[in-house]
């Protein structure tokens, strides 16, 4: 009979449109984007750091150089009280010199003429070591100058890490906030809830009469 005939199988509801394939398939090609963008951006700080590194590297060796030359310029001078008390001595031995002679006879001799030419090695040995003194720390002064730039170089490269560390942060939060959501709407289509057991089959008229007559 016409009811008894089976209808044609409903569609399955497992297998997702076409556009739905699609979307999916558009979802996780932006999630591995964006995670490829975060790991660019961590591959970037990366870098950076290695050249942060280097730059400390470089920026202590430039101040144990100048630590170096400002002690090698405070040996140079503490050699300058020494002289400074030689030529004392020298201008006490000429006094004496002097002071024994008579007024009226008071003459300069070698012994004399030889502490003076003494003296004025010693002051030229001192004015030596203070100018030796000086280019030694000029020295050291510009090995500080170009460690405080390099330190001013290495805080903006930090900078630039922090900033490519967020983006990489961002770009990751991104992708798995959008795979949680792809991964939510793929869940249904492959899966879909089991409804409720079918009922008996609804028997029209004629069916029901026939039914009673057997």
Do not use: C, F
């Amino acid at each position: 009979m016409q009811g008894d005939q089976p209808g044609p199988p409903p569609p399955s509801s497992a297998a997702p449109a076409p556009h739905e394939t699609r979307w999916l398939g558009e979802g996780y090609a932006d999630i591995t984007k964006l995670r490829e963008l975060s790991a660019r951006h961590e591959r970037r700080a990366a870098k950076i750091q290695s050249r942060i590194a280097r730059l400390h590297t470089k920026i202590e060796k430039l101040r144990h150089g100048a630590t170096i030359l400002r002690e090698k310029a405070g040996k140079v001078l503490s050699r300058v009280p020494e002289y400074e008390q030689e030529m004392a001595q020298h201008e006490r031995d000429i006094q004496a010199a002097i002071g024994h002679q008579p007024a009226s006879t008071q003459t300069i001799g070698s012994d004399i003429t030889a502490l003076h030419y003494r003296i004025r090695q010693l002051q030229q040995k001192i004015v030596d070591l203070q100018h030796r003194a000086r280019r030694i720390e000029h020295r050291a002064a510009i090995k500080t100058q170009q460690s405080a730039v390099l330190k001013v170089k290495a805080d903006r490269l930090n900078e630039q890490v922090q900033a490519e560390q967020r983006e990489a942060q961002n770009y990751r939060k991104r992708a798995d906030r959008l795979q949680l959501t792809t991964e939510g709407d793929a869940a249904p289509a492959a899966a879909p809830p089991a409804g409720p057991p079918p009922g008996p089959p609804v028997l029209d008229g004629d069916d029901a009469g026939e039914h009673d007559h057997l």
